[in-house]
């Protein structure tokens, strides 16, 4: 009996070369007030892609990050 090999197939060759390099994938510099309205928006509303990117990272800077920080500590909850 012949043994067939299978062959995992990943797409066309340009997108193998994001998948063996993640960092080619493209980045933006937005400013946070470009887009926090977008995003305060789209939560409100509920909108599906919002869940889609949920986990994905973002980089921020760190005295942005330690601020946040503090005020998630020290915030009053809100009856």
Known sequence: MVRSALK???GPE???DILR???AVE???VSLREILPVLVEAMNSRRGWVNDFA???LA????LYEVIA???Q??????
């Open 70 to 72: 503090a005020y998630q």
């Open 27 to 29: 980045t933006v510099n």
């Open 21 to 23: 390099h993640p960092a």
């Open 14 to 16: 340009e997108d193998n």
């Open 60 to 63: 921020i800077s760190t005295d």
């Open 74 to 79: 020290y915030r009053k909850p809100v009856a």
């Open 8 to 10: 995992v197939y990943f």
């Open 55 to 57: 986990d994905d990272e």
